[in-house]
């Protein structure tokens, strides 16, 4: 059974950081592209960062680009989301996910990927 958790999450005033981690269990982590999507309240998920099944390739949101980076350890079956300056329009739920089909690139699609997590709170205050 594949198993997604996140952790991290949290209260952060504006301009502060954090870092989300997710541990998948129940697949072989290292051939898959992982996503991390988020989710406000009363708003759509959306896309986040992906990041492909060797690492060497990264896909950020406009809303996001410059501010966050997205990485994993293969060795510990883990992605992170490193999220600097944070701003109040950043809390949302976030949600990592693995992507269907192994050895691509990530995607911002939703629908491309098939194991997702419960998700972490990310409340940012002003």
């Known amino acids: 059974q594949v198993q997604l958790v996140e952790s991290g999450g949290g209260l952060v005033q504006a301009g502060g950081s954090l870092r989300l981690s997710c541990a998948v269990s129940?697949?072989?982590?290292?051939?898959?592209?992982m996503g991390w999507f988020r989710q406000a309240p009363g708003k759509e998920r959306e896309f986040v960062a992906a990041?492909?099944?060797?690492?060497?390739?990264?896909l950020y949101a406009d809303s996001v680009k410059g501010r966050f980076t997205i990485s994993r350890d293969n060795a510990k079956n883990t992605v992170y989301l490193q999220m600097n300056s944070l701003r109040p329009e950043d809390t949302a739920v976030y949600y990592c996910a693995s992507r269907t089909d192994s050895y691509i690139s990530g995607s911002s699609r939703m629908n491309d990927y098939d194991y997702w997590g419960q998700g972490t709170q990310v409340t940012v205050s002003s």
């Open positions: 129940g697949r072989t982590f290292s051939r898959y592209p």
């Open positions: 990041i492909s099944w060797g690492g060497g390739s990264t």
